[in-house]
């Protein structure tokens, strides 16, 4: 989708929104976006954190490393809403 038609169906999707709590979050969120700056976050964390997780990202790629939905699911069935 070009950049003018997803300005303009954002445009037509926000004036049919009535909720101004919804709007309200909506704007906060983009205004957030709006204002990061790419690698804001990266800069802020110590060697140690950007060594983990880069060492996480490629013990990521080796699928043997990998825990299923339903490993998952069964490791923190405590913490899932039922």
Known sequence: MALGNIKANFH???EKIEN???LTSF???LFQK???QEGQLW????QEEKAELLLADEES???NNLLSDEEV???H???LIK
Not at 43 to 46: C, D
């Open 73 to 75: 699911r069964q490791k």
């Open 34 to 36: 709006s204002q990061a």
């Open 20 to 22: 101004e709590e919804l």
């Open 12 to 14: 037509l999707l926000i």
């Open 77 to 79: 069935q405590e913490w």
């Open 27 to 29: 704007y906060e969120l």
């Open 61 to 63: 790629k080796d699928s």
């Open 43 to 46: 800069e802020r964390l110590t």
